[in-house]
């Protein structure tokens, strides 16, 4: 099952699945992230609308 999806026309990987691959916990990942927004492509991370996740 591919843990790629296409959200707003773009691919995309959530959080978790891409958590999973790199062997760590979401929150884990998503602080990281935050800690180092600076290395990261201004469009790398964005939050998904209610309506998006169903």
């Known amino acids: 099952m591919s843990k790629i999806y296409i959200v707003r026309g773009i ?3 959530l ?3 891409l958590a999973e691959l790199y ?3 979401t ?3 998503k602080q990281s ?3 180092n927004i ?3 492509p ?9 309506r998006e996740h169903t």
Not at 43 to 50: K, L
């Open 15 to 17: 959080d978790r699945d």
């Open 42 to 50: 201004k469009d790398f991370m964005f939050e998904m609308s209610e």
């Open 38 to 40: 600076s290395r990261f």
């Open 33 to 35: 992230v935050k800690r």
């Open 23 to 25: 062997g760590v916990e």
């Open 11 to 13: 691919k995309i990987m």
């Open 27 to 29: 929150k884990v990942l």
